[in-house]
């Protein structure tokens, strides 16, 4: 059953031209230009109850435009956004009382309150019962670790107690749909983990929908089985993680160890050998795998050289990222690329 239905949704945002030159900018003054940036470009797609999504992109790509919409934070420009048969922005209050959002760059609790009364403020905001309120309180102060820092004003917390404040507050009311811009930014591993359980928990034992963006992609191999990923605004890909690493990760990738400096071919590159990269004895080797399978592969190398020692590696899902982002992306990926001999 679809909770979210979005169709053609579309916004864009008029920002003031830039200009350049101390003069043009005096006149920029008095006569403002705009120019207009869409920053989501007629995006569709629905997502059933239950499901956790990871919505991926470049900086920029528009996550937390769509998400904005979503909440009912930001009005379309043009399409339509329907949660829960509501249309959030036109609806704020209900849309409220039955979904929760974290934006991990922001807090949404009061800065200068502690924990406890911020959440305790929650209670009455959502007229949350007051047994489910104890309830749920126990339950997450548990799992997400409250009771170290729950007395302390939000704005003296660390960014990964912060963080777990937030989930908390954004959880008390039971809510249907979790909106999480980015939970897991600039937290440590210990701290990561701990928020994964909790979200796969919560998906598990009430059936909570749930869209996530980041830039981790373990978070989004440890939590999504569907991923949405967005470029310039534009859907490129929406699917299962699956089939996206077999659509765009065909390449696999073995490393190995030989006697002697290996040498990279023609023959290797009319085999399926895309990329052979040499350093020392040690030699990496990337190939498409529909073309050979790394049995094939090894025996080709075994038949020259002394292979010492070898490992064969799927192309990660960062891998793959990498790829559909392009070059745009100052990752190391790009120098990767370059380091392509056959
Ligand atoms: N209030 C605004 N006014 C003008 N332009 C905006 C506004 N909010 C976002 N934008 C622009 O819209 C585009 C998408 O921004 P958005 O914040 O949705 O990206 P994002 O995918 O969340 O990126 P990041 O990974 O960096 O968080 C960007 O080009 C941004 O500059
Ligand atoms: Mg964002």
Redesign the pocket.
């Known amino acids: 059953m679809a909770v979210i239905q979005v169709d053609n949704l579309r916004k864009e945002?008029k920002?003031n031209k830039s200009r350049e030159g101390l003069w043009n900018n005096v006149k920029g003054l008095v006569y403002r230009e705009y120019e207009t940036?869409t920053?989501v470009d007629d995006i569709s797609f629905t997502i059933d109850k239950g499901e956790i999504v990871g919505y991926i992109?470049?900086?920029?790509?528009?996550?937390?435009?769509?998400i904005k919409m979503l909440v009912g934070i930001l009005v379309p420009t043009s399409g339509r956004v329907i949660v829960n048969g509501i249309e959030p922005y036109k609806n704020r209050e209900l849309n409220a009382m039955r979904i929760g959002a974290v934006f991990g760059q922001k807090t949404q609790l009061w800065w200068d309150t502690p924990v406890i009364d911020s959440l305790r403020l929650m209670r009455y905001m959502y007229d949350i019962p007051p047994a489910r309120f104890n309830e749920n309180m126990e339950r997450f102060t548990d799992i997400l670790g409250l009771d170290e820092f729950k007395h302390v004003a939000v704005r003296q917390l660390s960014l990964g107690q912060r963080m777990r404040a937030d989930l908390c507050a954004a959880l008390l009311h039971d809510p249907d749909i979790i909106y999480l811009d980015?939970p897991t930014i600039g937290l440590d591993v210990v701290v990561k983990e701990k928020i994964r359980n909790f979200i796969l928990e919560i998906n598990r034992d009430r059936g909570t929908t749930v869209i996530l963006?980041t830039?981790d992609m373990s978070d989004i191999e440890k939590l999504c089985s569907r991923v949405m990923v967005?470029d310039q605004?534009k859907l490129m890909y929406d699917g299962n993680l699956e089939q996206l690493k077999s659509d765009f990760g065909s390449g696999e990738r073995m490393v190995v160890e030989t006697d002697r400096i290996f040498e990279s071919s023609q023959e290797l590159n009319e085999l399926g050998v895309t990329s052979c990269s040499v350093d020392g004895k040690k030699t990496q080797l990337i190939y498409d795998k529909k073309r050979i399978n790394s049995s094939m592969l090894i025996k080709w190398i075994m038949d020259r050289y002394d292979v010492k020692d070898f490992v064969v590696k799927e192309t990660d899902i960062e891998e793959i990222i990498r790829t559909m982002y392009g070059e745009r992306l100052p990752l190391e990926a790009a120098a990767d690329r370059e380091r392509v001999f056959v």
Request: overall charge positive.
């Open positions: 945002f920002r940036k920053a992109g470049p900086n920029g790509a528009g996550k937390s435009t769509s980015e963006t830039h967005i605004g």
